[in-house]
């Protein structure tokens, strides 16, 4: 058995914050928007957060894992979905559509400013360094369509969003979108 604290989070073997991953992943969106300690956990990056600094950081490990693993990889597109679902999105494979609850959930992002873009810029860079850049640029590509749409393709974030997409896999030469 693994030690490793975010292995450890994605097996249902650790619930930091008092919650195990199979409760954050049962979250309503009120709940979602209420709590901001779970995002770093579904989704670390390679920087500590300044929210939750003892939140564990990616590693090559684990975006090894991720790849080798489909029970992993099950569960990380969970945790996309989830997101997604909160944001009024939905995934099929990896292109995005209008979720039924679009209207009620793009208010948290398709917005001048909000902290969902800071979420959305983590689960872009998490995106892109464990491999699915493809997935990552698709969910871009539709974000900035929407707020194309909206009137706000200049919001403050979308530079993070376009770093996010420049960055490269922690497993060199690795993407699997």
């Not at 975010?6 to 969106?29: E, K, N």
């Not at 892109?128 to 997935?135: A, C, P, Q, S």
């Not at 590509?141 to 896999?169: F, R």
């Amino acid at each position: 058995m693994t030690q490793d604290r975010w292995l450890l989070f994605m097996q249902q073997q650790l619930a930091p914050h008092g919650y195990l991953l199979s409760q954050i992943q049962g979250f309503s969106s009120f709940e979602l928007e209420l709590h901001h300690d779970f995002i770093q956990w579904l989704f670390p990056c390679t920087e500590p957060s300044k929210v939750n600094p003892d939140a564990p950081l990616l590693t090559s490990v684990h975006c090894e894992v991720i790849q080798i693993s489909k029970g992993m990889k099950k569960e990380v597109g969970r945790n996309l979905d989830l997101m997604l679902g909160h944001w009024g999105i939905k995934r099929v494979g990896s292109t995005f559509h209008r979720a039924a609850n679009f209207d009620s959930g793009s208010r948290y992002w398709c917005c001048p400013i909000d902290h969902n873009h800071l979420r959305i810029t983590r689960v872009l860079t998490f995106l892109v360094l464990t491999g699915f850049g493809g997935v990552a640029n698709a969910l871009f590509d539709y974000l900035y369509q929407e707020l194309l749409q909206s009137v706000l393709s200049n919001i403050g974030a979308m530079p993070y969003w376009t770093q996010a997409l420049k960055l490269e896999p922690l497993l060199a030469g690795k993407n699997y979108s």
